[in-house]
Nanobody, 127 residues
Framework: QVVLVESGGGLVQAGDSLQLTCVASGGYVRNYGMAWFRQAPGKEREFVSAITFDSSEMFHIDSVKGRFTISRDNDKNMMTLQMTDLKPDDTALYYC????????????????????WGQGTRVTVSS
């Protein structure tokens, strides 16, 4: 069992930046693709950004392109999401996740292809 723990969320103003971190234990993240999902109050969980096991491919939803950067450090068994120019619509609980090993070489946008999830870190952006 791989355990993922997110950190770095907080309360910020529109235009500010935050860096989220996801640290894994119980397994090696080099065996998995990884991603960030988020869930705003009263809304469904949505895909945000994904990265392949070797960082050869990355993908972001249109609403965060140019503002968010996903990265990973397999030697440190961690992943980050650098968020800049935050907007109120970015307010959500942010989750990190790992794919099934089969999917590690291509970015995956469907939650169904992720088998390990963290508990989330909260991001609140005020206007």
């Amino acid at each position: 069992q791989v355990v993922l723990v997110e950190s770095g969320g907080g309360l910020v103003q529109a235009g500010d930046s935050l860096q989220l971190t996801c640290v894994a234990s119980g397994g090696y993240v080099r065996n998995y693709g990884m991603a960030w999902f988020r869930q705003a109050p009263g809304k469904e969980r949505e895909f945000v950004s994904a990265i392949t096991f070797d960082s050869s491919e990355m993908f972001h939803i249109d609403s965060v392109k140019g503002r968010f950067t996903i990265s990973r450090d397999n030697d440190k068994n961690m992943m980050t999401l650098q968020m800049t120019d935050l907007k109120p619509d970015d307010t959500a609980l942010y989750y990190c996740a790992c794919t099934a090993p089969y999917y590690k070489r291509r970015v995956q946008t469907s939650a169904a292809n992720y088998i390990y999830w963290g508990q989330g870190t909260r991001v609140t952006v005020s206007s």
